[in-house]
């Protein structure tokens, strides 16, 4: 449905689901068969209405991202939504400085791989030395490359845990260990996808 007049349809119903008026964020989460120009087309009809403030996409690389930005209109992207979290990391060697120097917000989604993060121990190791859990290391880590994240709050003490991560301070040690732990991608890396 993301061709113009799918893109609008597909976001009326979404305000009606969730009687809203406007949407602060709007994404297109696959590129598929249509043209982004049609994409781009149905985002400008909604933010003309006034039914969208921004708009992004999910799932988009380097390649993806200059195509959008080149279109008429298409530098207004404020987000590009991808998997990034310590295990997948491979968005640091191109995306991720691309987005920066282009003013795109990365928003991680994933940002602690399922829970399967939670499971390593060196994660723990550093979690047990910062008086917080891995969850919070985590997703601090995240935040400190700049980026927002998405992590699931299934209750309000999970929610209570990953509010911790904004206020957690990763000092270089911690940064080191998840560095040797988790490293750093060493050239371009296909985009992940879950």
């Known amino acids: 449905m993301a061709h113009r007049k799918g893109t609008v349809a ?25 043209p982004l120009e049609e994409t781009l087309a149905g985002f400008t009809d909604l933010m003309e209405a006034e039914k969208i403030r921004y ?70 190791a550093v979690a047990r030395a910062l008086g917080a859990t891995p969850a919070q290391v985590a997703l601090a880590w995240v935040l400190t490359q700049g980026t927002a994240a998405i992590p699931r709050s299934g209750s309000p003490d999970h929610i209570r845990e990953i509010r911790g991560a904004v206020d957690l301070h990763l000092p270089t040690e911690a940064l080191d260990a998840l560095d040797e732990a988790f490293p750093p991608p060493g050239g371009p890396t296909p985009l992940e996808i879950l």
């Open 55 to 124: 708009w992004g996409v999910s799932n988009l690389d380097v390649a993806d991202m200059v195509e959008l930005t080149a279109l008429p209109g298409g530098d207004a992207v404020a987000v590009d939504q991808v998997l990034y979290n310590l295990s997948r990391r491979g968005v640091e060697w191109d995306l991720l400085p691309w987005c920066r120097e282009a003013g795109v917000t990365v928003m991680a989604y994933s940002p602690i791989e399922q829970g399967r993060l939670l499971k390593v121990e060196a994660l723990g």
């Open 10 to 34: 597909a976001c009326e119903g979404s305000l009606r689901r969730l009687r809203a008026e406007r949407l602060d964020l709007y994404l297109l989460h696959w590129r598929g068969r249509w």
